[in-house]
């Protein structure tokens, strides 16, 4: 019990702490509201447990090796989080009647592909999953045990996240204090990612 403790206390310090897919999802409940804001963040969760597979198999080392590769693939992150920055910081103002045209909203996939072009996911599954042991007797098992748990936890820290984020909609109804809000999550957004990369 208590190195299953010590993971989930692990995975909440790494994957509950700001970062890109947090500040994106708050960002995305400030902005668009939570109903829809739910289904960016059931793609953050699907990317999420693509990354939690990528490290947990260890093909994420290999692909890396790769001559030529991480920096192409530092790239390619950077433009789609300066695309997904770019979303938040000129969304609408939500009306009081929280009509917004829902089609402004991000997408589930886009939450998918932020999830998987984020560099704090990587280094947070790495760590959680090659610095605990749960299961000793059974390596596999271990793998499997560690996945769910993290994948569990990170539900619940979005889910916050998305709350915390959605709770700010009513303040938000003027379009100067709006606009104000989403360009600081957007610069947020980037410095999570630069600290990401750089930390």
């Known amino acids: 019990m208590e190195s299953i403790s010590a993971f989930v206390l692990a995975a909440l310090a790494l994957t509950g702490s700001p970062g890109p897919n947090t500040l994106s999802v708050a960002a995305v409940g400030a902005s668009f509201g ?14 999420m447990l693509a990354v939690i597979t990528i490290v947990g198999t260890g093909v994420a080392g290999v692909i890396l090796a790769l001559p030529g590769f991480a920096p192409i693939v530092t790239v390619l992150a950077g433009g789609y989080f300066l695309y997904l920055a770019y979303r938040i910081a000129t969304a609408s103002p939500l009306p009081a009647t929280d009509q917004q045209d829902s089609s402004q909203a991000p997408r589930w996939y886009e939450g998918a592909g932020l999830s998987l072009v984020n560099p704090k996911a990587y280094a947070a599954m790495t760590a959680l999953f090659s610095g605990h042991v749960i299961l000793q007797a059974d390596p596999l098992a271990d793998t499997l045990a560690k996945a769910g748990l993290v994948i569990s936890t990170i539900v619940v820290v979005n889910l916050v996240w998305l709350t915390v984020g959605a709770a700010m909609t009513r303040h938000l109804q003027d379009r100067r204090t709006s606009r104000i809000v989403n360009i600081v999550f957007a610069v947020l957004l980037l410095l999570s990612v630069g600290y990401a990369i750089l930390g």
């Open 34 to 47: 939570r109903m829809r804001g739910l289904g960016y963040m059931i793609g953050l969760n699907v990317g």
